[in-house]
């Protein structure tokens, strides 16, 4: 829709993505959400298309997702042929309830930045062990773990003029086996519950992400796998509270959280076939 | 900055906030339409290089230099892309709104994206056809025939609409230029009750582009009816234009107009309003409770029956003796059933456009009562009756919610105020929050049986909540205290029936009107009779439903005018019965979890509505040979346009491309109440057929008597008439006409009685999920009582719409309001209608062999009635299945899961 207060689009400096923040300014991404509601309170947007940040980059060390990376980008990664978990890439761009031409211009840092929920690219960034590098309004920038960034519906540690940079993902969480379950209350919806388990066939460690079903996404470390009264266990203690709004009750959310934690406990404790 | 839209280069500059969207409309491409504006719906996807994009969600500066395509630039060198083609072919769209994004959208889509429809096409939302004709467009399925002289009905012919539709080139309401247009936004009210004690104006007049700031001091203060229906007495007076107390969050309390948007939606921000807050109420039994706040405190000119209480309208009636029936009950079941706040959610949100030509007022509106609308506005602003112009253009959608004045009103207003052109354009957040609603209503049950099934008392006590205005309350009360009782043969009888006022959003017109409500009720209880029984539902139906020589009775034994002019019950009950017991082979997910059930359910309707409906029909032969038919009936998807030109077409031995259709304009068409209340087929068909068959006569006549031949000899062919061997072409019977002074033009009108009913049969067979509560319709069945079925394609398509929106009524929509009135959810975000993905059943439809008295060859009223039996067939299918009564009928799976957990919790203590 049309955001009526803007009077001016201004871009940062080429090099840094600095610009004197003030007041009533917005980073414009792909603009899918800042366009999809009134905007008020704004008055400038500070358009991020032109920086050229490499959308992908692949390295020894991991992956690299630039902030302003669309959606549709990451959903055609190639990944290296180790990345056992890169099949969670995909199914958390599909866990998007809007649709394939959103992808097109939608970004993977919005949807980290938006702070929602159901942001399939927090689950799928939390899961994966993701930093987010921030670039600092003062100049210099932060590193903090997505699990961390987010910290409630639409709420996160950015400082007004902070600027998401990237999100990387390190190769040993990308060389992880992975289980996905998701519950929508309509088909192809917007996520209830979206949860993410890792098993590192080295050392044998667990996490799942918990996300959807709660404010902010949780990532539950395990040394190895638990039993079912284990995990319930660590559940219980860990998330004392699940979201609620209209995509879904919070007991609904506890029990299926509960639910599914244990789906992906069971099916990640099978070996898997050679 | 260039633009490159369609091939041809813009030197236009966007404003920095604006969005592709309605960027491009400025530039006159107006294929590209406005459903949410959020992203959400996808009728304004356009191509960006290639590239499908939700255009409202564009920066538009980010087009520059870019290649744009819009639906009107897909065609070719004159021809149509194939997709649009496939459209036409299997008339994939009603009324048209989505059609242009959901072209764009399947156009751009690779193989295997098509193999993957739900996913492909969930962004793309279509209201009206439940998804069937626009999966068989894609799929390239043929379903239109061939338009042959004489045998149009019962042809499944396409509308004369689509060519315009798949082109992008209809017009509907908003899609014009006008120099000088001032725009008008609404200021509304964030309180569910509060007086309002001071206005300052000053800041927002000061705002440049401000041409006007209207608040309740400025308007005249004449009490009106939103609602609309001929005889505006059987809804109460209780609304001003801009009122200074406010009885709902979303209310209006002032108007601005401006040069922009922008600066129209500035200066609403800028209006200072103090408010003296005064308690509110939201439920109706507390309402109608001692020490409730008084909503309405006006006299007997509003036709409130108790505004002490509240209470808007009540029914008390009672046939038999209903004490007795129970006592003679065998099994007797009690519950009370409530049904929840949903919402139209046609595409074209409601908006209009009024100017001054010459001191006469142009309304150029989306609306289903353009004559109505006229009346309303010369009573509100004492204008001459001649000095008033309403006209539709298409209209994208309605299902009742047009069935009313939202917009016209206020924006009629600030034209006679400031002399300027005026345009007023829902947001859809305002469709969700101060346009209409379903009226929840809460139905208390007691049905009582002998051990044989045969019924012995029934007793109802309906609870409305009208909401904060009163608008459709009193009818749809009516409506649903009438058949949904009289369709049982049962000598006890007991009904009382309260709409209540409260300070909600008001509820309105929808499809169902009134009925969606109750017949969930009863058939829901119908069904818990049969289960105690051990009876079959379809035998327990067969037992104790009307036949053609019982009295229909609801609450009074008093005689109406609603009469069976056709009655295929029976039939339809036999056709879904046979049908769900044959099976179709889609069996249930095959994890251990998922359990399976069937429901059935039934309704009755009447073909007409109740209260005075009537309709002129203007047919003449023109200059070109062609048939000239104007109708005040207005045109938003219900393919009412097709089926005239059919009936027209048959009673004059031609084809339907030859009937020229003018309406919904009250400049060149006669008084018509309306196209709601399934009017369109029966009321305005049976003008158009009276008029058809006048022509006819009068053709015949004029050609004896010119021709000096007997009229026996004289016949009519589709474009020529015979007197014996020779012929003589329309054109020239014509001119024979003018010459002799004699035009042949007839006016015939058609009155909505006697009524006649129609049946739906409805059966579902589906699966649930007993952890997750997810519901899988396995095979959907319908059985239909419409008549002689003029359009079968049109008709089911019809029933496929209307089962889709009510599936999405039942499994996914719910309107959800906060402690203070305030709706959480006004967006098709978070108010989730059917997508394709929601929508993949294909409902095997059945129509039962019958031909009315009354319709017009024939045929029955058939759009609104399918969604009747839909909730309470779901519901029973999941009580089939879980073993537990649902009575609610807001079935998500959060709430099923939860119903189910309990219950296997009482069960383990």
């Known amino acids: 829709m049309d955001l009526n207060t803007i009077g001016e689009i201004a871009r940062p400096n080429p090099v840094d993505g600095t610009i004197d923040w003030r007041e009533g300014d917005a980073w414009l991404a792909g603009g899918t959400w800042l366009f999809s509601e009134p905007q008020p309170h704004l008055r400038r947007l500070i358009d991020l298309h032109g920086l050229g940040w490499q959308p992908l980059t692949i390295s020894e060390q991991g992956l690299e997702i630039a902030a302003t990376c669309q959606i549709a980008k990451l959903v055609a990664l190639t990944a290296p042929a180790d990345w056992t978990a890169a099949p969670l890439i995909g199914e958390c761009c599909r866990s998007f309830l809007s649709s394939f031409k959103i992808w097109n211009t939608a970004t993977v840092g919005g949807n980290v930045c938006m702070s929602l929920p159901a942001g399939p690219m927090i689950s799928l960034t939390v899961a994966l062990e993701g930093i987010c590098r921030i670039l600092n309004r003062d100049g210099g920038e932060r590193r903090v773990a997505v699990e961390d960034f987010v910290t409630g519906n639409h709420k996160n540690v950015l400082q007004p003029g902070d600027l998401l940079r990237s999100i990387d993902l390190p190769a040993s969480a990308l060389r992880k086996r992975t289980c996905f379950r998701r519950i929508s209350l309509t088909h192809l919806g917007r996520s209830t519950a979206l949860l993410a388990g890792t098993l590192d066939p080295q050392d044998g460690v667990f996490m799942l992400t918990v996300s959807a079903s709660t404010e902010r996404p949780h990532r539950l470390k395990f040394p190895k796998l638990p039993d079912a009264d284990g995990l319930r266990a660590r559940l219980e203690r860990e998330i004392p509270k699940f979201f609620d709004d209209v995509h879904g009750t919070p007991e609904y959310r506890k029990h299926m959280t509960f639910y599914f934690a244990e789906e992906i406990r069971h099916e990640l404790s099978n070996k898997v076939q050679p | ?909």
Request: hydrophobic share 40%; aromatic share 8%; charged share 20%.
């Open chain 2, 1 to 909: 900055m260039s633009y490159l839209v369609n091939g041809k280069t813009f030197s236009e500059e966007p404003r920095p906030g604006q969005c592709l969207r309605t960027f491009l409309r400025e530039m006159g491409w107006f294929g590209v339409k406005k459903g949410c504006d959020a992203g959400d719906c996808g009728a304004c996807t356009v191509w960006l290089d290639g590239v499908p994009v939700h255009s409202c969600l564009i920066p538009a500066f980010r087009a520059d230099s870019h290649q744009v395509t819009t639906i009107e630039g897909l065609a070719q060198n004159g021809e149509l892309h194939p997709m649009q083609q496939a459209f036409m072919q299997a008339a994939g769209f009603q009324c048209g709104f989505c059609t242009a994004g959901m072209i764009m959208t399947a156009a751009s889509l690779r193989e295997e994206d098509i193999k993957d429809l739900p996913r492909s096409l969930k962004g793309n939302l279509c209201r009206c056809t439940g998804y069937h004709s626009i999966e068989n467009a894609i799929h390239g399925v043929k379903s239109v025939e061939e338009d042959q002289p004489g045998k149009s009905c019962g042809a499944d012919l396409l509308a004369p609409a689509a060519e315009a539709i798949v082109t992008g080139k209809v017009r509907y309401t908003l899609d014009t230029a006008i120099d000088g247009l001032l725009h008008l936004k609404l200021l509304r009210s964030p309180h569910a009750h509060a007086r309002i004690v001071a206005i300052r104006k000053d800041a927002a007049l000061a705002i440049a582009g401000v041409r006007g700031v209207y608040t309740w001091e400025d308007v005249p203060r004449l009490l009106f009816t939103s609602a609309t229906h001929d005889d505006y007495h059987v809804d109460p007076n209780d609304t001003y234009i801009l009122d200074n107390v406010v009885r709902f969050v979303g209310q209006r309390v002032a108007a601005v107009v401006a040069e922009s948007e922008a600066a129209a939606e500035e200066g609403c921000r800028k209006i200072e309003i103090d408010y003296e807050l005064l308690p509110a109420v939201f439920d109706p039994e507390e309402a109608m409770s001692k020490g409730a706040p008084v909503i309405h405190d006006k006299g007997a000119e509003s036709r409130i029956r108790r505004p002490g209480q509240n209470i808007l309208l009540e029914i008390h009636g009672n046939v038999g003796d209903v004490e007795a029936g129970f006592k003679a009950a065998d099994v007797i079941h009690e519950g009370t059933y409530t049904t929840h706040r949903v919402q139209h959610a046609h595409l074209e949100t409601h908006g209009s456009i009024t100017w001054l030509d010459k001191d006469r007022l142009n309304v150029r509106t989306s609306s289903q009562t353009p004559h109505i609308t006229k009346q309303k506005l010369c009573y509100l602003f004492n204008l001459m009756p001649d000095s008033v112009r309403v006209f539709c253009e298409r209209v994208g959608g309605g299902f009742g919610g047009k069935q009313e004045v939202l917009t016209e009103d206020i924006c009629a207003f600030a034209t006679l105020k400031t002399g300027r052109p005026v345009m007023l354009e829902f947001t859809r957040e305002e469709e969700f929050i101060a346009a209409t609603t379903r009226h929840p209503m809460s139905v208390k049950m007691k049905v009582g049986a002998r051990r044989d099934g045969t019924l012995t008392a029934m007793e109802l006590r309906v609870v409305s909540n009208t909401g904060a205005y009163g608008n459709h309350g009193g009818e749809t009360l009516y409506a649903a205290c009438g058949e949904a009782v009289a369709v049982y043969r049962c000598p006890n009888k007991k009904v009382d029936g309260y709409t209540v006022y409260t300070n909600m959003v008001p509820a309105g017109a929808i499809r169902g009107y009134g009925m969606t409500q109750t017949i969930f009720a009863v058939e829901s209880a119908m069904d818990e009779l049969a289960r105690s029984l051990k009876m079959d539902p379809y035998e327990f139906r067969r037992l104790n439903v009307v036949k053609p020589d019982d009295p229909m009775i609801a609450e009074s034994n008093a005689a109406t005018d609603t009469e069976f002019g056709s009655y295929g019950l029976d039939q339809c009950i036999d056709l879904v019965q046979a049908a769900m017991t044959r099976g179709n082979g889609v069996k249930r997910p095959a994890a251990a979890d998922w359990l399976e059930g069937r429901g059935m359910a039934i309704s009755m309707h009447g073909a007409v509505p109740p209260t005075e409906h009537r309709s002129e029909a203007r047919l003449g032969l023109g200059a070109d040979g062609n048939y000239h038919l104007a109708i005040g009936t207005a045109e938003f998807g219900n393919g009412t346009t097709t089926v005239h030109r059919q009936i027209v077409s048959s009673v004059l031995n031609s084809t339907a491309s030859r009937v020229r259709v003018i309406q919904s304009d009250t400049d060149s068409t006669g008084y018509d109440t309306g196209a709601f209340a399934s009017a369109g087929t029966v009321v305005a068909g049976n003008a158009a057929r009276m008029a058809a068959e006048a022509l006819r006569d009068r053709m015949l006549n004029f050609a004896s008597k010119n021709y000096s031949v007997g009229r026996d000899a004289c016949r009519l062919e589709h474009d020529a008439i015979f007197y014996n061997d020779t012929r003589v072409a329309l054109t020239d019977l014509f001119a024979a006409s003018r010459k002799a002074g004699r035009p042949l033009e007839v006016v015939r009108k058609a009155y909505g009685t006697p009524r006649s009913v129609t049946f739906q049969v409805q059966g579902f067979r589906i699966a649930v999920n007993r952890i997750t509560g997810e519901i899988v319709i396995l095979q959907s069945v319908h059985g239909a009582d419409g008549g002689v079925i003029i359009n079968p394609m049109q008709c089911r398509a019809q029933i496929d719409g209307a089962v889709a929106q009510g599936v999405g009524w039942t499994l996914q929509e719910k309107m959800v309001f906060d402690d203070s009135g305030r709706m959480i959810n006004p967006s098709f975000r978070n108010y989730r209608i059917p997508a394709y993905a929601d929508a993949l059943e294909r409902t095997e439809i059945f129509f039962a062999d019958t031909h009315d008295a009354f319709g017009p060859l024939g045929a029955k009223s058939m759009s609104e009635a399918p969604i009747y039996p839909i909730a309470p067939a779901l519901a029973n299918a999941l009580t089939d299945a879980t073993g537990i009564r649902f009575h609610d009928s807001s079935l998500t799976p959060d709430r099923i899961y939860r119903r189910i957990f309990e219950s296997s919790q009482n069960k383990g203590a």
